[in-house]
């Protein structure tokens, strides 16, 4: 009697389960976003090496090694996606004015497009920097991403910010794990240029309240130089240098709900320090379109949908190339 | 003198033998049939003749080498010799022109007619040579170009050079339209890049003070074990409905100022009656609450238009 129905629940139960596990979040139970990065047409170096950096900002739910063929349409890849739970595509592709990324919802749109007017690669940051920082489980986790300057009420900003909300998994404040927050992504939306900066940061904390020396004692596990002290008891009381930056970031410190590594503890206060990891970009919301790369334009930065169709028969330059790519 | 003859001699076989080996088992044919006949051999393919000309020359211009460094040393020692000089380059030229008109008198022993004529005429060469080689040569990027066509020559490199500037100039036009946007980053922070790193940074802290703030309320309790979690789940579900039971008061006096001002007063006769409403599951019990609450209201008012 009592095998009968436990086969049964068995035979429904365990596919389901499976399924769960590769698409959702196993606490909160959300959809986790997937995300696709490729490029159209033939790329240069450089912004082969942005495509690069780009898969490796939206780990680990991306596809780090994927390869791409000429012959390969997006139909290719929209056959992929489905099976595999992929739910974004960012596309980079590259005319003669400037280099285009587009961002887009898999099966059925909406594409933002953007032209991308600088960029900076993640090599070309980190060399910039004195003490480059690269944790071990850095890309282990999905970034936090901020959006600031959107909230002005245009349709098309609210979609992006939409949009952009919806590419990394969300946060559940009550379970989410801060060791899990490692990384940030800014997008700030600047109203006169009309141009949005895109960073990437990597989160540091560090106890406020000690001393320099201390806090490197405690970091770095290794024996401290004791030769021009008297007694141990100097080393703790001595005050370090002067120039500690702890008085101009007030507004950045945060009392921790749980431990954090070895250094940081649970109901101390610590500062929040970010240090860029790139890539840079700096871009202009060029267009939306309602399809994956194609159907009606919601939004168009050079005029409304009409005037530019005619725009566009009257000298297709750009378009026809940008176009050409999205078939 | 005598031994340079003797020299020639010992020379003119091995050459002989060599020629000979060249032409292989055809040669000893041709032999035989020239002691034949002497005008079957005039009718010989033009091409081959051709062919073996080329050969000859090849042959012989391996053995110029050895007679000019030869020729230089006897020339550093006596220009009495001079004329056994010549007669040796006689002696070349006669070579050569036995190769060339070898199928016409190879066997023959003596002397042939033509020989003094070459001597002559090698006199000239001789002359000739010696200018050539006591001409300086210049030292240009070309190097030792014999051919008259100097000039060419030059500018065919120059032109491979241009070609070549083209192609670089083109490959970095190339390159600077794939650069077209890329920047590298200052080593300092500029003003804008501080500003974008406090906006990171508040929205952070923002983030981890709500997480400090719903967390301290669940301390102790572990979301990853079923026990805990559904104490959770239950204090969530509490928060939510308290949530819930303090926002329909707003929503609804806000709604009903909204429209209280478009539609006619009683809800029924309003446009979107039932259309706003998320209840639509108890459908069948909502007239008579809002009935109700019109009623109330209508006795609200009233009471208000008696005061």
Redesign the interface.
């Known amino acids: 009697m009592a095998r009968i129905p436990n086969k049964k629940r068995k035979m429904f139960v365990k596919p389901i389960v499976k399924k769960k596990q590769a698409n959702v979040d196993h606490?909160t139970g959300d959809k986790i976003p997937k995300s696709f990065v490729f490029a159209r047409g033939k790329l240069?170096?450089?912004?082969r090496q942005l495509q690069m950096d780009l898969r490796k900002l939206m780990l680990p739910y991306t596809a780090l090694k994927l390869k791409e063929k000429k012959r390969n349409s997006l139909k290719d890849f929209l056959n992929v996606a489905g099976p595999m739970g992929v739910s974004h595509f960012l596309i980079l592709s590259?005319t003669?004015t400037?280099?285009y990324l587009r961002v887009a919802r898999t099966p059925q749109g909406p594409t933002l497009t953007f032209k991308?007017?600088?960029?900076?690669?993640a090599a070309?940051?980190a060399?910039?920097?004195l003490r480059p920082r690269c944790p071990q489980d850095l890309f282990k986790n999905a970034p936090?991403i901020?959006l600031?300057g959107f909230g002005s009420g245009e349709q098309h900003l609210k979609l992006t910010t939409v949009m952009f909300q919806n590419i990394f998994p969300a946060?559940d404040?009550?379970?989410?794990k801060?060791s899990s927050?490692q990384r940030?992504v800014?997008l700030?939306y600047n109203k006169d240029t009309k141009l949005i900066?895109f960073?990437h940061?990597s989160?540091k904390l560090q106890p406020v309240g000690v001393s320099r020396r201390l806090r490197k004692f405690v970091q770095n596990r290794q024996v401290p130089d004791l030769r021009n002290l008297q007694d141990v008891s100097d080393f703790v009381t001595k005050a370090g240098y002067g120039s500690e930056s702890e008085g101009d970031?007030e507004?950045?410190?945060?009392?921790?709900?749980?431990d954090l590594g070895r250094v940081n503890k649970a109901s101390t206060k610590s500062a929040?320090k970010?240090q860029?990891i790139g890539p840079?970009m700096v871009l202009q919301l060029v267009k939306i379109e309602e399809g994956l790369c194609s159907g009606d334009v919601i939004f168009s930065e050079y005029g409304t949908a009409s005037e530019q169709r005619q725009e566009t028969n009257q000298n297709n330059e750009e378009d026809a190339g940008d176009d050409e790519d999205s078939d | 003198m005598a031994e340079e003859t003797q020299m020639r001699e010992s020379v003119k076989p091995f050459r002989k033998r060599k020629s000979g080996h060249k032409k292989g088992s055809n040669f000893k044919k041709k032999q035989k049939q020239f002691l034949g006949n002497k005008e079957k051999v005039k009718k010989i393919d033009p091409r081959l003749k051709k062919l073996l000309r080329k050969k000859a020359r090849d042959y012989n211009s391996d053995d110029d080498n050895e007679d000019e460094t030869a020729h230089a040393s006897e020339d550093d020692n006596a220009d009495s010799m001079d004329d056994d000089v010549s007669s040796d380059d006689g002696k070349e030229k006669k070579n050569l022109g036995i190769e060339i008109e070898g199928s016409e008198n190879e066997d023959n022993d003596e002397i042939p007619p033509g020989i003094t004529k070459f001597s002559e005429g090698c006199r000239a060469f001789r002359i000739a040579f010696k200018s050539i080689s006591k001409k300086a040569i210049s030292d240009d990027s070309l190097g030792p170009v014999l051919s008259g066509h100097k000039t060419l020559v030059a500018e065919k490199l120059a032109e491979e050079v241009a070609e070549r500037r083209v192609k670089g100039e083109a490959k970095k036009e190339k390159?600077l339209?794939?650069?077209?946007?890329?920047?590298?980053?200052?080593?300092y922070l500029d003003a804008?890049?501080k500003f974008?790193?406090s906006?990171?940074?508040?929205?952070?802290?923002k983030?981890?003070?709500?997480?400090?703030k719903?967390?301290?309320a669940?301390k102790g309790l572990n979301?990853?074990r079923s026990k805990d979690a559904k104490v959770?789940k239950k204090r969530?579900k509490e928060r939510f409905f308290s949530e819930l039971s303090k926002t329909p008061v707003v929503d609804t006096s806000t709604k009903v100022h909204a429209s209280s001002g478009e539609g006619p007063s009683w809800a029924p006769l309003r446009d979107n009656y039932m259309l706003t409403n998320s209840k639509l599951k108890d459908w069948d019990k909502m007239p008579d609450k809002v009935v109700h609450d019109d009623i109330g209201r209508m006795s609200e008012d009233s009471s208000s238009d008696d005061d």
């Open positions: 606490i240069p170096g450089s912004l590259k003669e400037a280099p991308i007017h600088e960029y900076s690669l070309d940051v060399q910039s920097q936090l901020v600031s946060i404040i009550n379970t989410v801060l927050c940030i800014l700030n900066d960073r940061y989160i970031d507004a950045a410190t945060v009392t921790l709900a749980n929040v970010l860029e840079r | 390159h339209v794939g650069e077209k946007g890329h920047v590298k980053p200052a080593n804008h890049e974008l790193i906006v990171a940074t508040k929205g952070v802290v983030l981890f003070n709500a997480v400090n719903a967390q301290n669940q979301p990853s959770i969530r």
